[in-house]
């Protein structure tokens, strides 16, 4: 298993394969518990991988920007010991909507092969940019693509009160819908916002896991950057949304490159019905 390796990999090593491995895989939060009582530890996975399987990844800090926690009006950096596995751990001493935020540093990847470029845009819904690779002059082969992931996590503690809301990433989900404490729930609202601003008209994944069987459906965000997720029968969902843009230098540390890629993702859960 790559994790096992990865626990073993002296840290730069570890950086360069945990940037092969996610280039051009899902990445999302995954707590143990969705659901704990006040006082209770709460847990949560790092995640890459597709079709909400995938390998975990421990706590580096030297691998993301920001990780934090609000509960409330108060954002807290996430405090952990270098290594640990679960990569959060917090003793829940407050009762209430619980929002878990992880903003990886930029990764690198150069494409040697056309199809994987081609396979990657097609996956994620984002075909535009090949007409806009060949309007803008670029290369077929051997050219640059940074990534950088934006991943939340709605948690319910006690009796999970209160609402998500914009945290002020570049790009990320704001589930309007509180899964925890709506009644007679049978879809979930979430908008997009890019640059604190509605993302319309993006291509949206959304995997389903339920009873060990994982589905995955296509939307599309509306004028105002939403999307309406059914609940169907329960269970884990996760959220994930792909833009791709021309970055700027100090977006890629001065380095040059062609395109880069802003993911979005947010996870929670519905009790099966």
Do not use: C
Not at 52 to 57: K, N, P, Q, S, V
Not at 83 to 100: N, T, Y
Not at 181 to 201: I, R, S
Request: net charge negative.
């Amino acid at each position: 298993m790559l994790l096992s390796y990865l626990q073993k990999a002296p840290l730069v090593l570890l950086s360069i394969i945990m940037a092969q491995a996610v280039s051009a895989h899902e990445f999302w939060l995954e707590p143990l518990d969705f659901e704990v009582e006040s006082g209770s530890k709460i847990s949560a996975h790092i995640k890459v991988g597709q079709m909400l399987d995938g390998d975990t990844f421990s706590y580096y800090p030297t691998n993301f920007e920001r990780f934090d926690v609000t509960v409330g009006e108060t954002t807290s950096p996430v405090k952990g010991r270098f290594a640990q596995s679960p990569a959060f751990e917090q003793v829940a001493d407050q009762s209430g909507l619980h929002i878990l935020a992880y903003q990886s540093k930029p990764s690198r990847l150069r494409y040697d092969k056309r199809e994987t470029f081609e396979s990657f845009l097609k996956n994620e819904g984002i075909e535009w940019v090949l007409e806009a690779h060949k309007k803008r002059g670029l290369p077929e082969l051997d050219f640059t693509e940074f990534y950088q992931r934006y991943a939340k996590s709605l948690i319910k503690v006690g009796d999970g009160a209160g609402i998500d809301r914009a945290l002020g990433l570049p790009i990320e989900w704001v589930v309007e819908t509180n899964p925890y404490t709506t009644e007679n729930l049978e879809a979930v609202t979430a908008q997009l916002l890019y640059q604190d601003q509605p993302f319309a008209g993006s291509h949206v994944v959304v995997f389903n896991k339920f009873d060990g069987e994982v589905t995955r459906q296509t939307f599309t965000t509306d004028d105002a950057g939403r999307v309406v997720v059914p609940v169907a029968k329960g269970g884990l969902f996760l959220v994930n949304a792909v833009h791709m843009i021309e970055p700027a230098k100090e977006q890629t540390g001065g380095r040059e490159a062609e395109w880069m890629s802003l993911w979005a993702s947010t996870t929670y859960e519905i009790a099966v019905k």
